[in-house]
Nanobody
Framework: QVQLVESGGGLVQPGGSLRLSCTVS????????VGWFRQVSGLEREGVSC????????SYADSVKGRFIIARDVASNTVSLQMKDLKTEDTAVYYC???????????????????WGQGTQVTVSS
């Protein structure tokens, strides 16, 4: 059984930092891509950052470039998202996702990621 469990969300003031972690079990990272997505209630899910299966390619939403960093630890089977200089518009539920097959350049397409976590709330507010 594949499980993705996110942690690290919470309440932070604007300008602050948070580090999200995603512990993956049941699959081995490095086969498929991994990514972080977020969703605000009533709005569409947004891709935040993804990493290809090889780890050589990453992508970031324009709104988070320069502030967020995605990382993967194959040894511990975890994925992280380091977030700094947080803004109120970063408030959302953040989801970790992982794929089970190699998809080449389409590594951040949500429809190609088979496994999803339950999400962790990030609230940026003063």
């Amino acid at each position: 059984q594949v499980q993705l469990v996110e942690s690290g969300g919470g309440l932070v003031q604007p300008g602050g930092s948070l580090r999200l972690s995603c512990t993956v079990s049941g699959i081995t990272l490095g086969v498929g891509s991994v990514g972080w997505f977020r969703q605000v209630s009533g709005l569409e899910r947004e891709g935040v950052s993804c990493m290809s299966s090889t780890g050589e390619d990453t992508s970031y939403a324009d709104s988070v470039k320069g502030r967020f960093i995605i990382a993967r630890d194959v040894a511990s089977n975890t994925v992280s998202l380091q977030m700094k200089d947080l803004k109120t518009e970063d408030t959302a539920v953040y989801y970790c996702a992982a794929g089970k097959v190699y998809v080449g350049s389409r590594f951040c397409e949500a429809s190609l990621l088979s496994y999803w976590g339950q999400g962790t709330q990030v609230t940026v507010s003063s």
